[in-house]
Structure formats: C-alpha cells, structure tokens
C-alpha cells in the first residue's frame, strides 16, 4: 500500500502496527484529569455532605439493618493506581456505622452482578481486600442471587407494564448504600438497583432486542432509550422506598480514562437521581472527544482487557459485544462510521471459551449461530429456554457461570450495527471459521480489510481510526 503511515493498534492482549492511508483521521483520548488527592476523606466529606439526602449519621441508629451493595468485576473491570474504591469506601462506612451504634452483625455486604456471573470470595478479595472478607461471613458478604425466590420482591410495574423485581435488600434494609465504580455514561443511577440487583424478568424488558430501534448509543444520556427505560424502573423502587420513608444513598465515582491502570477523579453522594446528573457531567469532560463529520471506513484495535472476561478469558460473543456495543455504537450524536460504510475490527477473534463460567454461551455459539444470526429471533425462539434451563440457573446460581440468558444480551449489540452498515470485517483473524460462525467477514491483515473496503467504497473513501485505549467516546458533528 503507498502514501501510508504507521499505527500501531491495540489487538487482542498486545498492539499491532498497521500501515494506513496516510489521509487518515486518527482520533485520540483527551489526557486523564486530576486524581481525588484524598479518597478516604472524599467520602468522609460524601457522607457527610450528600446531594438530595440526609447525611449518613441521621439516616441509622443502633437498630439499624444497613446494605452496603457494590459493583461487581463488570462494574469496574480495569485496575486502579490506588487502593480500589470500594474497600476505602466499604472501611469508612463500616467505621461511621459503628460510630451510630449499628452492630457489625446488622450490616451486610452484597455484591450487585444482575446476571453478571456471581464472584468467589477470594476474587472479591482483589478489590475489598482480604480483611474485609475475613470480616464478613458467608451470611454478611454475598452475591445478590437472581434464582432464589426467597432474595427476592416484586414492587409492580411501570407504566409499560413492565415488571420491577429487585433483591429483598433494597426494601427490607432500613438503610441501603451503593457504591458505584462509573467508566461509561452506561453505568450508574437506577441502572444500579434496578438491574445490578434485579432479575431476568425485570431486565428482559430493556435488554431485548428492538428491530425498529433508532441506533441511539446508550452512552448518549440525552439521546438513549435504555436510560429512559431504566429510569422508569427506577421510579417504581423510589416510590416503594418512600412509602417506607427510605432512600437509597448512593456514592457515585468517575474514573479517569488512564490505561493500564485508572484513578478516581469525581465522587458524588446522595440520591441516584439527584447524584447521577454531577456522575454524567465529569464523564462527559473526561470522555467525549468532539469529531467533524462521519467516514466511510471505520477502524478500531480492539484489547482483551474488557468487563465480562475479568478472572476469564475472551470468547467470540464477547468479542462481538465489544466491537459492536463499545466501538462501532459507542459514540454521541451519530457513529463515526457513516450508514452504509465500513467497519474494520482488529482482534485474533478464536474460538476460545471458558467452558465453565460461560457455558451458555458455549451453546449459543456451537447451535444457535449455526442456525440463525437474527438477534430478535434467536431471542424471540430460545432466550425462554436459555433463562429458565436448569443446568444454566445451576450454574449461575452455585458454579459462578453467566445466567443462560446472558449471551443473548451480547449478541443483541450486533443487530443495530450490521442493519446500518454494509460490511463488518475483522482483520488479524487467526480463526476464519469463528468469523463466519458471527456472520463476519475475515482478513488475515488489516491492510488486506482496507483494500477490500476501498474497492468497494472508492480508493478516495474517507477513514476514521479510533486510537484505543486510552478509552474515549467520539461526539460526532
């Protein structure tokens, strides 16, 4: 290829150099902004101070049952310079409970994962610290349980008619505190309770595939149709609380967009729907990088540190997900790929599972994508049978494996992209039947992909490299 340049991309655990047309726009992450100079006080002052709330000390007494949920492994995937958040903040408010007279045998620990595969302790310990989970038994630290009837409540339903089914936690606690790890406008708010803490058949109605979707990314809070969703849950459990007279007191913090290792820049404190605006403001200053128009062609690396493969290993449907919901979809106001271009994936893209925490989606690959790529349809005809099979609840609920319904979540992100565009190709694929069993097209290069791009778009088409990580999210013009 002449008049090109070099980059060097991210691909699967290390980076690839690719020559590139030397016209083409490279877009960058802004630099990380300022670190919190001292989180221990930073949620002293939250505690203290929140928005929309009383501070922690009226809210408790010595009586007082108090539920400190956090965010799981996909929650806050990456590493941290400092210590992680969650044990700081954990420490603190075990320490100001204890203050109020709350005894330590009243305060439970619970791990928000949703459909998220549950953790072990000892993965717990990596981000709570060993003496945390030495400190709370099998009774006080746990992983919220979507299967067990008796972890749960059903508070109605929203307009819609939705259901609203949440762990027993957010009603029975006279207190309930969420700790919430943000890196995308995605996370946080009523998204935490609503789907952290609830259940297939609350979180089916928002993670379905919709076939007449406008393509909003849902990392456009003004724009995104699954925040409105969300929220409308979140309303239900608001009302049920203060029929209580209770609030949820959540403590939201922003992570900088370092890589390979991030730091806590904002922290904000009080009710989720107060709180998540402040939340949104920061991530949007740290992560949206304004763009002038669309391209034709549309090339990404994409890196094997993401959410759902933390204490695992990367698998084509993850791989899917990442490229289409966290690359191609990811962005404010339009993609960066215009309709009916090119996007160009680099990845290994192998077929590699980890057979027992993703054993659903084992299935869902070997079968069900031999038979059908139709998001809605695959949904519509097996994702009943995925969530309610009991080897998968088995599974989910006591070998930590992903709940059966779960690859369909991923695979959904595929609908969207591959109706807008007129070619997904994957390049640097060292399996070329995993990327026909995703209905992609395969490249051994991604010189080889841009060739075949510009043959079908015209030597002079336009093209885009998005420069990641650092993580950013395009806002495009």
Known sequence: ???????????????????????????????????????????????????????????????????????????????????????????????????????????????????????????????????????????????????????????????????????????????????????????????????GLGTFRSIRHHHRPFPLASGQSVDDPKNSAFKKLVWEQGEVIKDALEEKGRRVFTIETVYDNGDPHKDLIAMFAGHPTEVHPHTLKVIDEQLTVDVEGQSDILISGLSNVECYSKFSVMNPILVANQSMANTIMQFQGKPVVREGGIAIIAHPLIAKFDRARFASYVEFYEKLLAEEHDPYWLWENHVEDFAHRPEYIYGYRHKYAYHGAHPFFMWNSTLVPKRYLSGIFFAGVKDFDAAERCGFRAFATVEEAIEAAQAELGKDASISLLKRPPTFIPRVS
């Open 1 to 195: 290829m002449k008049n090109t340049r070099t980059e060097y991309i991210a691909y699967g655990d290390g980076q690839l150099p690719v020559d590139v047309p030397e016209w083409t726009r490279t877009i960058v992450a802004k630099p990380p902004m300022p670190p919190v100079p001292d989180i221990e006080g930073a949620v002293r002052e939250a505690l203290a101070n929140p928005i929309a709330h009383e501070p922690l000390s009226k809210l408790v007494g010595p009586s007082s049952k108090v539920t400190i949920a956090f965010d799981d492994a996909s929650g806050s995937y990456f590493q941290t310079k400092r210590t992680d958040f969650r044990q700081t903040a954990i420490e603190v408010i075990v320490e100001e409970l204890h203050k109020a007279g709350v005894e330590l045998g009243n305060i439970t620990l619970l791990l928000s994962q949703g459909l998220h595969r549950k953790l072990t302790r000892t993965e717990m310990e990596t981000f709570l610290g060993r003496k945390i989970v030495l400190q709370f038994g099998y009774n006080q630290l746990y992983s919220h349980d979507a299967e067990d009837p008796k972890q749960l409540v059903h508070l109605g339903y929203t307009k819609r008619q939705w259901d609203v089914e949440v762990n027993r936690a957010v009603i029975d606690s006279d207190q309930l505190i969420y700790l919430n790890t943000m890196w995308a406008p995605f996370n946080g708010g009523w998204k935490s309770t609503a789907v």
